[in-house]
């Protein structure tokens, strides 16, 4: 099955640090732009940073610029969030999400989701 | 940045009502919009893209509308499976999502 499975989340303290991952299946990990979104309790979603496939683009949403760092490892169908700094506003649902073709302009979207992971920032 | 507006936040609806949802860019995107559909605890889904391809598989009820800064999501005949909450997002310039407009049972 094609799919996204997240893992890594928990509860840390105000200051601490997280990292999350995302084991990516039944695809070309390689090949596709990913990103990781992320969803406060009872919010709308928040697109929180994107990798290209070679990892040679990075981007990031101001809010987490600074503190959060994205990464992947082609080699083990892999995507990583390093989160530091956490405080109370990055407790959320974090999802992985994969853009479906950087090929072609008209298909930047997000056509493959993970099921997300519950950080909490909470002392 | 680009800011992404959705009106209205919630949509009070019975089955079989059509359903439209608008959605505002601060500045041009093109046709480069997607609209997603949530449920309580779920990943969203992928509903439409170049703001308005239907994604394989999404029933033809739905349809997507609109170029430049002003976009419509609009449900012919809402059906029981289509209450939820729905996304809009923009990929011209790295990704911004609306706030999200809820249909709930009226």
């Known amino acids: 099955d094609v799919q996204l499975v997240e893992s890594g989340g928990g509860l840390v303290k105000p200051g601490g640090s997280l990292r999350l991952s995302c084991a990516a299946s039944g695809f070309t990990f390689r090949s596709y732009y990913m990103n990781w979104v992320r969803q406060a309790p009872g919010k709308g979603l928040e697109w929180v940073s994107s990798?290209?496939?070679?990892?040679?683009?990075?981007y990031h949403a101001d809010s987490v610029r600074g503190r959060f760092n994205i990464s992947r490892d082609n080699a083990k169908n892999s995507l990583f969030l390093q989160m530091n700094s956490l405080t109370a506003e990055d407790t959320a649902v974090y999802y992985c999400?994969?853009?479906?073709?950087?090929?072609?302009?008209?298909?930047?979207?997000?056509?493959?989701w993970g099921r997300g992971t519950l950080v909490t920032v909470s002392s | 940045d680009i800011q992404m507006t959705q009106s209205p936040s919630t949509l009070s609806v019975s089955v079989g009502d059509r359903v439209t949802i608008a959605c505002r860019a601060s500045?041009?995107?093109?046709?480069?919009l997607a609209w997603y559909q949530q449920k309580p605890g779920k990943a969203p889904r992928l509903l439409i893209y170049k703001a308005s391809s239907l994604e394989s598989g999404v029933p033809s009820r739905f349809s997507g509308s609109g170029s430049g800064t002003e976009f419509t999501l609009t449900i012919s005949s809402l059906q029981p499976d289509d209450f939820a909450t729905y996304y809009c997002q923009q990929y011209d310039v790295l990704w911004t999502f609306g706030q999200g407009t809820k249909v709930e049972i009226k």
């Open positions: 999400a994969r853009v479906f073709d950087t090929m072609n302009r008209a298909n930047w979207y997000f056509d493959l």
């Open positions: 500045q041009s995107i093109s046709s480069w």
């Open positions: 990798i290209s496939s070679g990892s040679t683009y990075i």
